[in-house]
């Protein structure tokens, strides 16, 4: 009987090695959804301190001005280690002088962005595809085996249409640019991704978006030395289509 189990074992462990070999090639596509929360930072608001500390607003982000998003997309697993992926995502921004430096001004500043982002994702460390299930397991029946984890940095290319407006002394002052607009957008962030189930996913990603525009919060100030950028953090699912190859 223990020649039996071994040999089942053995033969297995070789399907599995096997399949994890090929299936990352028969499924490459991925549908993804998620939420995420957001913050500009723009010419309206900022942080109490010097405005050259604060790390490309990092010191600046507060709970309390972060707004919702939703996003959906796609990923291709082009080569074991790098994927492209587009994201189609709306968010809610806000922005307001109530607690920074600025705050005798009282401007607030509302924003409505619609973006679409194709990014490259460049693995630092990639888990077993689907996390491999080994059905022929001798004990403990189905089980998982290999590492879920993955990690990695992407970067690229995309464009936001945004839709912005403020309160009446916004709305007063001489330097308001309300209204809609486009702008490009450079995406660039850091993700994890942890395989659930043989098709489902989780996904994590914590990014900034660079714009080429100073109206996104509606207020460019005279003393303004770049262009408005916003934060992200995004959490969501992905589930991979699986294709299968057909012979004639």
């Not at 010191?59 to 189609?88: E, H, Q, W």
């Amino acid at each position: 009987m223990r020649v039996r189990h071994l040999i089942v074992f053995v033969l297995g462990l070789t399907v599995g090695t096997s399949a994890f070999g090929q299936q990352w090639k028969q499924s490459r596509f991925e549908l993804l959804g998620g939420v995420s929360i957001c913050q500009m930072f723009g010419d309206v608001g900022g942080s109490a301190s010097d405005p050259g500390s604060t790390l490309m607003g990092l010191k600046d982000i507060t709970f309390s001005a972060m707004r919702p998003g939703i996003n959906l997309g796609t990923r291709y697993d082009a080569f074991p280690k790098v994927s492209v992926k587009g994201v189609i995502s709306s968010y809610v921004m806000t922005a307001s002088d109530d607690g920074s430096r600025n705050e005798n001004r009282g401007l607030k500043a509302t924003a409505f962005v619609t973006d679409f982002a194709v990014t490259g994702e460049f693995y630092i460390k990639r888990g077993s595809d689907n996390r491999l299930f080994s059905v022929m397991s001798v004990r403990g029946g189905v089980r998982p085996y290999g590492n879920p984890y993955s990690i990695y940095a992407y970067a690229g290319v995309g464009g936001a249409y945004y839709n912005s407006s403020g309160n009446d002394m916004l709305k007063a002052s001489p330097r308001y640019v309300g209204g809609s607009g486009m702008t490009a957008i450079i995406p660039i962030g850091v993700g994890v991704k942890v395989n659930l189930m043989p098709r489902v996913a989780f996904n994590g990603e914590l990014g900034t978006r660079m714009t080429f525009t100073d109206n996104l919060d509606a207020y460019t100030s005279p003393f303004s030395k770049s262009n408005d950028i916003y934060y992200t953090l995004t959490l969501g699912v992905s589930y991979k289509l699986v294709v299968k190859k057909s012979y004639r």
